[in-house]
């Protein structure tokens, strides 16, 4: 029983040091490529970590490329998305979750249906729409698309924390002399904290990646984000893999430590009201 | 007593029109974002299926009908892509699904240093996807990543040579780097639910004699019900147009063989620059999506009811 | 403080009707208790009158305005909630101040009021807690405390106690009473135990299916009940039942139960002779006697510690007795019983009284 027991607890260790070994090998990878020295990097190819190791790719990319600009942008471009959708997303959310009208299953069905199309389809009507706005070329206009994209998920995600929210919360605060407007502010969403860091960990992490419409939408470097500009070390500089994979990393960092700072509320945040559907 | 026939009670128009209004002013600025940037843009997508549209011919953008309709009927590439769809959808989904549900199991057990663990594997959701499929494409190059030669020493291949280059393995390519991609997010989603069961459920079961497997069944799957059905159906939408990670790696190729509709539509749109052609693929696969979740909707409502 | 006004309200859940008409007029200062089953629609009635429900069709008026269309925080009452929903990411402090806040109260004006409810309710040491670090009765009081900063013109209370253990509940009704006679309050109490009803209440309304039964003090209630419903629902254990047939003898009058015994009761105006009628009597109104008239057998012999209840089968039908005796407890496999005249109830086919 008790040899068992320790055969379990043993398997049940070992299975999640596979996991983990499974999901940091290729960032390890990404790390080792990005500081091996450019002559090593074919003949070391499929060395575990290269005889000689250099920090001239991140030097080069941080001092000498545009690499921060599009860092900046990617920034500024996630950070504003993230916290535009949440701030929609909890709106709509908390309207799903709350009360019953008519037209409840048509923006449910449309938020699906938006779901279902190419995106790729929608580059040239969006490109014809926003040209005349002036919001080509402009990080607003990529916070606008984006925004768009992620709200319909983030609101089901919302809705779900809503959810798990009793209602007898806002209805004593309507007692004690609230609008549902400032009992939803006041009581509901500190409540949803969890859910909120959640959602704009979601979010963030998807502005953060998207590279067909910063593709399309931007020309030029003033505004491109990171993950065009990483297609830039591609045509630049002939395939510098050592850079790209050195920008790699740094562009995963803010991701990464965003991700980690927000990674506790999300199981957390999505247990309050479970993704329940 | 007076007996006065019962008028309806009407409160004044001001306030039923506030009352009514309410759920739709929280929602509409979502849904204003939603219908301008993507309703309209859609309805404009899907009226070029209809139309002529080469960006290289000035003289295209005519309407044609079901021009577009007919030639996909006949085109060959089309349905290798549809099948190739299928095939990727499928196999993404259910290893994603399996071991997502695997990994949260795992961690729903307390232990030493689970906040950490927990932490490092859902780092590759945090990834751009396509710098996730840049990576894959190294890590299955021969000559600047270990994968071939471990495949080759465990006799899974016969040399090592690149997976995405042999037109019958090349598929798996995308989709190991599309799994460990997307684990993360079916094991948050299916923890969260876990965690959300009552222990003294398992207590109760675990009293009345039921073992580890029956408990599973009887409890955890039936409670995970719902949020399978509902992460299942986002992600087999979502992983059935998503291209990032083909286009990233194979490009398509070799010889079509991880072509797949998004990644065709991809093609059509901005290599070939047909945007009609384009368009009506599209269109073909968002009914498809729609048919199915359809399908996914009355199931779980015919198992609602039943249950 | 304040009188409220409820006129022929009825509430309807879509096509299906909840309330039918509900009329009650409710005095300044008056703690007003609705018991009733489950699903007979009191949370529905308490969350009417407090805005958190629409009125289909009636009108409600709290000191003689009508708030049909008034939002909850409009209307000056205060709630007690079954579950409390206390804030659960704010102090106990806070939580009774919140309303008060929410209305702009000057902040020493809302230090005292918080003080001295908390003072009333024992909830001093505990104001700079979190809820969740609080008991059951703890959170109990704090919600009461919340509800009486704002001395609203109403208390609403939805099954206040009903999660507390017996001892708590008894301690936490006796301070309700209290503080309700310091306060004067209006106060409108939904509750499923009888003891609260009948010990808290100065009227009790009895509901059933959407309909207001029984208005009356806790007495009148139990010594009258308008109807087989109310006669039935009020006491514990409940009043006992027989069918019969209403005759008319020499000197009085009496029911003629299905073995052909007739139980003398008093001549009863509004019913004729031979009408089907239902005899009721309370366990704790019978009386065991060997010289009684009605035989019956001995089922099952419950002590409670302060009483003893005895289960008999009178005619094949199921039958209590309440007694203090503890003579009772060795009540041998038959017994005799009488019914005594003056505690003897008579409804009518339609399961009214008939006096
Ligand atoms: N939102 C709703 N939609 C439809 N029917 C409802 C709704 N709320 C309540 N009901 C119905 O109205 C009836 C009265 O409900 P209510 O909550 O007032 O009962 P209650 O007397 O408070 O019962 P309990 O003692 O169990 O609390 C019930 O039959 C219930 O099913
Ligand atoms: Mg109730």
């Known amino acids: 029983m008790r040899s068992g027991k320790l055969l379990l607890t043993g398997a049940h260790r070992l299975a999640i040091l596979v996991y983990v070994v499974f999901a940091l090998f290729p960032l390890f990878w990404l790390l080792k490529v990005s500081v091996t020295p450019n002559d090593l990097l074919y003949s070391e190819g499929v060395r575990m970590w290269p005889s000689r190791t250099t920090f001239e790719h991140f030097q080069f990319v941080i001092a000498h490329s545009a690499f921060p600009t599009f860092f900046k942008n990617s920034l500024i471009v996630s950070g504003a998305t993230a916290v535009v959708v949440t701030i929609l997303a909890s709106l709509s959310g908390y309207a799903l979750s709350r009360f019953t009208f008519r037209a409840k299953y048509w923006i449910v069905a449309l938020m699906l249906i938006t779901q279902m199309f190419p995106l790729v389809m929608l580059v040239a009507p969006i490109f014809k729409m926003l040209s005349p706005l002036g919001l080509t070329n402009s990080l607003t206009g990529l916070v606008i698309v984006y925004s768009a994209f992620n709200v319909p998920f983030a609101t089901f995600l919302m809705q779900s924390f809503f959810d798990g929210i009793p209602k007898d919360l806002e209805e004593a605060a309507m007692i004690d002399g609230a609008t549902q407007f400032v009992a939803f502010r006041q009581i509901i969403l500190p409540l949803t904290l969890p859910g909120i860091a959640a959602t704009l960990g979601f979010v963030f992490t998807a502005a953060w990646s998207e590279l067909l419409f910063a593709l399309m939408l931007i020309s030029g470097n003033d505004a491109a984000t990171f993950p065009v500009g990483l297609l830039t070390f591609v045509s630049k500089f002939s395939v510098d893999f050592g850079q790209m994979m050195a920008a790699g990393v740094l562009a995963l960092i803010p991701a990464c430590l965003f991700f980690l700072l927000i990674q506790r509320y999300l199981v957390q945040g999505l247990t309050a009201g479970a993704v329940k559907g | 007593m007076m007996h006065q026939p019962i008028a309806k009670h009407r409160p004044p128009l001001r306030k039923r029109l506030a009352d009514a209004s309410e759920p739709y002013l929280y929602s509409a600025p979502a849904l204003v974002l939603i219908v301008a940037v993507m309703l309209v843009p859609l309805v404009l997508g899907i009226s070029y299926a209809f139309r002529d549209i080469q960006l290289l011919n000035p003289f295209s953008g005519g309407f044609i009908g079901l021009d577009h309709f007919r030639a996909l009927g006949q085109d060959q590439a089309f349905f290798g892509a549809l099948r190739n769809t299928l095939w990727w959808t499928g196999a993404s989904v259910l290893l994603q699904f399996t071991f997502g549900l695997i990994l949260a199991l795992l961690l729903d057990k307390p232990f030493y240093g689970r906040g950490l663990v927990q932490a490092l594997v859902f780092l590759p959701w945090a990834v751009p996807s396509f710098l996730a499929g840049l990576n894959w494409a190294w890590l299955f190059n021969p000559v600047i990543g270990p994968l071939p030669h471990w495949l080759y020493a465990l006799g899974l291949l016969d040399a090592p040579h690149n997976i995405l280059s042999d037109p019958n393995l090349a598929m798996w390519g995308p989709i190991v780097a599309n799994v460990w991609w997307g684990i993360p997010f079916f094991a948050i989603t299916l923890l969260a639910a876990l965690q959300a069961i009552p222990r003294d459920l398992y207590e109760a079961a675990a009293i009345d004699g039921a073992g580890p497997v029956q408990r599973f069944l009887s409890i955890t799957l039936p409670f995970l019900a719902p949020t399978i059905a509902i992460t299942v159906l986002l992600r087999t939408v979502w992983i059935s147009n998503f291209a990032d990670l083909i286009v990233v790696m194979t490009n398509g190729g070799p010889a079509d063989r991880t072509q797949i509709v998004a990644s065709y539509i991809f093609t059509q749109a901005f290599k070939r620059l047909d945007f009609g052609y384009a368009s009506a693929i599209a269109l073909v696969l968002l009914v498809l999506l729609l048919v199915y979740s359809m399908l996914i909707v009355l199931l779980r409502q015919t198992m609602l009811n039943k249950g | ?355």
């Not at chain 3, 009496?254 to 015994?261: A, E, F, H, K, M």
Request: proline content about 5%; overall charge neutral; charged content about 25%.
């Open chain 3, 1 to 355: 403080m304040a009188s409220i006004d409820i006129e022929s309200v009825r509430k309807s859940y879509g096509p299906f009707p909840v309330l039918h008409g509900v009329d009650l007029t409710i005095r300044d200062g008056e703690f007003i208790v609705l018991v009733g089953p489950s699903g007979c629609g009191k949370s529905t009635l308490l969350r009417m009158i407090a805005g958190l429900e629409e009125v289909t069709s009636g009108e409600i008026r709290i000191s003689g305005n009508r708030v049909n269309d008034l939002a909850p925080k409009d209307r000056d009452i205060a709630m007690v909630f079954q579950s409390y929903a206390l804030y659960p990411h704010m102090s106990v402090a806070d939580n009774m101040s919140y309303s008060l806040r929410l209305r702009k109260t000057a902040k020493e004006k809302i230090a005292s009021a918080v003080g001295s409810a908390a003072t009333k309710l024992g909830l001093d040491p505990l104001l700079e807690r979190r809820p969740k670090a609080l008991s059951g009765g703890q959170r109990q009081r704090v919600a009461m405390g919340r509800a009486i900063v704002r001395q609203p013109k109403a208390f609403l209370f939805d099954e206040p106690l009903s999660n507390l253990d017996a001892r708590l509940r008894e301690q936490m009704r006796a301070e309700i009473k209290k503080l309700h006679a310091d306060l004067k309050a209006t106060s409108i109490y939904v509750t499923h135990d009888q003891i609260e009803a009948m010990t808290l209440a100065d009227r009790i309304v009895a509901m059933h299916g959407g309909v207001v039964q029984q208005v009356g003090t806790p007495l009148e209630l139990y010594d009258t009940p308008a109807n087989l419903f109310v006669a039935g629902f009020i006491g514990s254990p409940g009043m006992n039942f027989l069918e019969g047939r209403y005759v008319v003898t020499g000197e009085g009058a009496g029911i003629r139960l299905s073995d052909g015994t007739v139980v003398p009761v008093a001549r009863r105006t509004g019913i004729g002779p031979d009408a089907a009628v239902t005899l009721g009597i309370r366990p704790e109104h019978v009386v065991i006697s060997d010289s009684g008239m009605l035989e019956a057998g001995v089922e099952l012999v419950e002590p409670t510690g302060f009483g003893i209840i005895l289960h008999l089968s009178l005619h094949g039908l199921p039958f209590k007795i309440f007694t203090l005796d503890r003579e009772a407890l060795s009540a041998g496999p038959k017994v005799r019983v009488d019914f005594p005249q003056k505690h003897l109830h008579v409804f009518d086919e339609k399961g009214n009284r008939v006096d």
